[in-house]
């Protein structure tokens, strides 16, 4: 079900962003090797987000209208702070936004295999 869809969009997303990092060290200078291993984390986040979401609204239904709230603005958030976070490091060292990619994928990853021991 969606558990499995969230694992394996997670797992995309993880393989998309380290196959960003190799391609880029190879070819440093092309594009492609930059933008078309974001199509593979692209599609992960398609299998993810819109799976996560559902189980966030549906865990319980009487708080079901809090949970959008608190999913979106951790969403939107996160986001802001991680742009800026990016914006800064790109600055310093250029593939310093892959790297914070990975860790992101990463650790939402390892969290949702934590996460899901649990249930």
Do not use: K, Y
């Not at 969009?9 to 092309?30: D, E, H, K, Y």
């Not at 979401?53 to 958030?77: K, N």
């Amino acid at each position: 079900g969606s558990e499995r869809l969230i694992l394996a969009g997670t797992l995309l997303s993880l393989m998309g962003i380290i196959a960003a990092i190799v391609a880029t060290s190879i070819w440093p200078l092309s594009p492609l090797a930059l933008f078309l291993p974001q199509f593979a984390v692209t599609c992960g986040n398609g299998m993810t987000l819109p799976n996560a979401t559902a189980g966030a609204l549906s865990a319980r239904q009487e708080i079901a209208g809090a949970a959008a709230g608190v999913a979106g603005a951790i969403q939107i958030g996160s986001g802001a702070i991680f742009s800026m976070v990016a914006s800064f490091l790109v600055t310093l060292w250029s593939p310093s936004v892959l790297v914070l990619m990975l860790l992101c994928a990463a650790t939402s990853t390892s969290l949702f295999r934590l996460m899901r021991r649990r249930w």
